[in-house]
């Protein structure tokens, strides 16, 4: 039986879909922008006047926090973008890629802010104002926090990794911001290595939350998927009338968009209309049970051992290519 031309159902709502996934996207950037760029210029005012180096971290990842919304909201622009016959897919994959310039404003921000600790810890100074230091920490751990969950929910809800490491990232900010209360808190005593050792402790803060982003950003550049999905795939399927076995079933995600692609075993005996439309009916359960699908390429087949002289006309190239 010949290979069916992939179809989609509903092709209106899927792309509707796919572009109100986008708009929340930027939406979620720009608000949460505001809010990262607001704190971050009160805390580097209070940076300016109380000299601690705890104080200064923080304020470096918030204004790197904030940034990293500019590469991730052009991805999204990009991603709204048609395909052409270069970019057969289209540009989803820009939202990964903005996810590699995520990692590395992250990794930047931690070095600059163990440079300034180790370097305070050389040449000891004393802070200043420290009231307003535990005000700023505390203002900071806040509003980075309602950022983080505004970022993390949205990105799982649209299936956007890199809109997740950026809200993971915001919830380190907050992190920092709480420990700057302990540097304010021990310059009140007189340890004028409480406010870099707390810099310190900052940046490995920092550095887990890159390790922990870097998993998640690698993961999708290399088409890693939730094995759970691959399973509620698999029973939406199997489940589909007419479906008497499915194989190979291959999941990944282009930006906050999933594709998929599986083989179905069906009845010989079927015309070619009545397999096509069993395929399409399995298409219908699949972007039921998996809403962020937008693109799905089902193969149906006789059953085996029927299907078998198709197979082997090919399995000699796939093999070259695999092997």
Known sequence: MARLKPHSHDAGD???????????????????????MVTAVAQAVLVAFTG?????GDTLHNFADALTAVPLGIAFLLGRRAATRRFTYGLGRAEDLAGLVILAVIGTSAGLAGWEAIQRLIEPRDMRNIGWVAAAGLIGFLGN??????????????GSAALVADGLHARTDGFTSLAVLLSAGGAAVGWQWADPVVGLLITVAILSVLWGAAKEVFGRLLDAVDPVLVDQAEHALASSPGV????????????????????????PGLTLSAAHQIAHDAE????????????????????????????????????????
């Open 14 to 36: 899927i792309v509707d879909s796919a572009l109100e996934a986008s708009r929340r996207g930027m939406r979620t950037l720009w608000i949460s922008f505001a809010a990262l």
């Open 52 to 56: 601690s180096v705890a104080l200064l």
């Open 145 to 158: 926090e309602l950022v983080a969950r505004y970022r993390i929910t949205v990105g799982r809800q649209i």
């Open 284 to 323: 219908h359960r699949l972007l039921h049970a998996l809403p962020r699908v937008t693109r799905a390429v089902l193969h149906a087949h006789p059953a085996e051992p029927h299907g078998d002289a198709a197979h082997d006309l090919v399995a000699h190239h796939l093999s070259r290519t695999l092997g």
């Open 244 to 267: 008497l076995a499915v194989h190979q079933v291959r999941l990944r995600w282009v930006g906050h968009a999933l594709h998929a692609e599986a083989e179905l075993s069906v009845d």
